[in-house]
């Protein structure tokens, strides 16, 4: 284990709730993990179907809450090569009425370069600012110059920006420079967008954070310990599903469902009751991968 992942597992393991933090300061074979399962109580089979992980994952999708159906599509964009997944992740994109959710839509399908989306994100170049310039970007990411004559009109100032993305973020970062409060909020949105997409979509999860100044590392790290397949690191990421806080819960649930951790099902499992959507859709996105539902 090299410095920076020490660093990371310490913190994210002496933060979390579960008695296997230890594990970060002193790491163990593979043998001894597996001792290590055996020995603690293992949480009880919830007996999840694949129908019932699906339906959480489309009822959020179209949730009234438009916070709600972006939770969704967050955890839906870790799906990206099935095609029920992408499909719903294009309807919001082209079809859901707020244009934030349409334009996370286009963003998150660039960020996790979900090609199947490609001809939905040309269709969204004749959104509105925002949208179109979303879906320009992510087209732009993945290899795609259809949104160029867009990125033009903007350089040249032909675009109409009064409502798009680039002013909002200019008006933002104008009123969040004399607000100390706001400047802190930066911090904590740059730790929940990192899986969740672009800043600002987590705003009611970041808020929760200031309730836990220390959630925004824990969840940085519990994302970035994605890479890391040691034994101490998933025994500490299995820990942080028993966080107190709903980002970090969200992160260690995304990074042990990127890792593969099939033996992590059982620990995964109790989060698909959680009481946060955010939570609780990421955890059915994490059983489909897991379990290989199509």
């Not at 001809?119 to 925002?130: G, I, M, N, Q, T």
């Not at 992160?251 to 698909?272: K, M, T, W």
Request: include cysteine; charge should be positive; glycine fraction near 6%.
């Amino acid at each position: 284990m090299n410095r920076r992942t020490f660093v990371l597992v310490s913190t994210l393991g002496a933060a979390s709730t579960g008695s296997l933090a230890e594990a970060a300061n002193h790491p163990r074979s593979s043998s001894d993990h597996s001792d290590a399962q055996e020995s603690r109580s293992l949480p009880p089979e919830q007996n999840i179907r694949r129908d019932q992980a699906w339906a959480t994952l489309e009822d959020c999708a179209h949730a009234s809450e438009s916070q709600q159906r972006q939770f969704a599509l967050a955890a839906l964009s870790t799906l990206g090569t099935l095609k029920k997944a992408t499909d719903l992740i294009a309807n919001a994109l082209l079809l859901d009425a707020d244009r934030q959710v349409r334009a996370f839509a286009a963003a998150i399908l660039g960020k996790g370069n979900i090609r199947a989306g490609i001809p939905s994100l040309r269709k969204a170049l004749d959104d509105e600012a925002a949208v179109a310039f979303a879906a320009a970007k992510a087209l732009w990411d993945m290899g795609d110059h259809s949104g160029v004559v867009l990125f033009r009109e903007i350089l040249s100032g032909k675009a109409e920006q009064g409502d798009g993305l680039i002013s909002q973020y200019m008006n933002k970062a104008r009123k969040t420079m004399r607000d100390p409060k706001a400047l802190a909020l930066i911090g904590v949105e740059q730790a929940s967008g990192a899986f969740f997409g672009p800043a600002g979509m987590a705003i009611s999860i970041a808020q929760e954070s200031f309730k836990d100044r220390g959630a925004a590392g824990r969840a940085y790290s519990a994302q970035e310990l994605a890479d890391d397949r040691s034994a101490a690191t998933k025994a500490v990421l299995e820990s942080a599903l028993l966080d107190s806080s709903a980002i970090v819960r969200v992160a260690a649930c995304q990074s042990l469902a990127q890792q593969n951790a099939r033996s992590s099902i059982r620990y995964i499992e109790p989060l698909f009751y959680d009481k946060h959507p955010a939570v609780q859709t990421m955890a059915a996105a994490a059983l489909i991968r897991l379990h290989k539902w199509k």
